[in-house]
């Protein structure tokens, strides 16, 4: 074959190409072939019909053919938040249902100010929009409120009792006649202490309260209790048994983890939390 006829054969397939398969091509492009009303070459899923073209993690595949809606890492099968990203799968009730999207937990940081009403008592405002989500009225005993550091929860102090709220819906976490509250600083886990010490007629207690799901994690006699800086654990302290002791608990698993009988030292050097 003469090279002439190369070229010849040459031009004869792209010329074919042209004729043949590029209007093939055309034509899947503006296919639908899930009918859903969007052709083929713009839908984010072509074989899945997703008229709304949905696309939560925006990966260029549609919510309706996605195998990760949320874009993190977790297959929805197994995702205990299919829809939000939480790629550390936390689920702090074991309810199946992760942390970041459980409506039943008391998690959402809700910043608040106070503002005292002329006359007495005073008024908790939500900062975002202003609006007063809890009024303390004149006629209660003068009290103090205490928010946590996460604005996650509140305690109204009375003289002889100690009310701990959720502030995203003003639902009681724990009442107790006691005289002090303690929260767990900073991003640990949310927890708190209420101390019963000077209140009359009642023998020292204290009890201690996750906030999230109002886990119970201590109640018992005891002086007083203190949590470490990160967060994470908390200490009871008594001073009152034959035998005094520092018990320590793990705040996420609600865990005790060590006793101690020397009540001059916290030292949480050992929190395996």
């Known amino acids: 074959m003469k090279i002439t006829d190369y070229r010849k ?25 899930d009918n859903d009303g969007v052709i083929n070459y713009s839908d984010n899923c072509p ?22 809606i949320d874009g993190d890492t977790i297959l929805n099968g197994v995702d205990n938040c299919p ?7 936390r689920d702090i009730n074991v309810n199946g249902i992760g942390d970041v999207c459980d409506d039943s937990l008391c998690n959402q940081s ?28 004149y006629y209660i005993e003068p009290s103090t409120p205490k928010p946590n550091d996460l604005f996650t929860a509140i305690a109204i ?34 927890a708190v202490a209420i101390i019963t010490r000077d209140v009359p007629g009642l023998n020292p207690a204290v009890v201690v309260h996750r906030i999230e799901d109002s886990k ?15 967060g994470t654990a908390v200490a009871v302290i008594d001073n009152i048994s034959f035998r005094t002791s520092v018990k320590y608990y793990c705040l996420e698993s609600g865990d005790w983890y060590d006793t101690i009988f020397d009540t001059s030292r916290i030292n949480f050097s050992n929190n395996p939390c």
């Open 9 to 33: 054969f040459g031009i004869f397939v792209t010329l074919l190409a042209v004729a043949v398969v590029i209007p093939i091509s055309v034509y899947f492009w503006f296919l639908d072939s």
């Open 157 to 190: 102090i009375e003289p002889n009792y100690v009310t701990v709220y959720c502030l995203q819906d003003m639902s009681v976490i724990n009442g107790e006649y006691a005289h002090e509250a303690k929260f767990s600083p900073g991003s640990g886990v949310p």
């Open 216 to 230: 119970l994690i201590f109640a018992g006699l005891a002086t007083d209790a203190k949590f470490n800086p990160e």
């Open 83 to 89: 829809n939000v990203p939480n790629t550390d799968q």
């Open 47 to 68: 074989s899945t019909p997703n008229r709304d073209q949905e696309d939560l993690d925006a990966d260029g595949i549609g919510d309706a053919c996605d195998d990760d």
């Open 110 to 137: 809700t910043p608040v100010t106070i503002d005292p009403i002329t006359g007495g008592g005073y008024h908790i405002i939500r900062s975002s929009d202003n609006h007063i989500i809890w009024t303390v009225p």
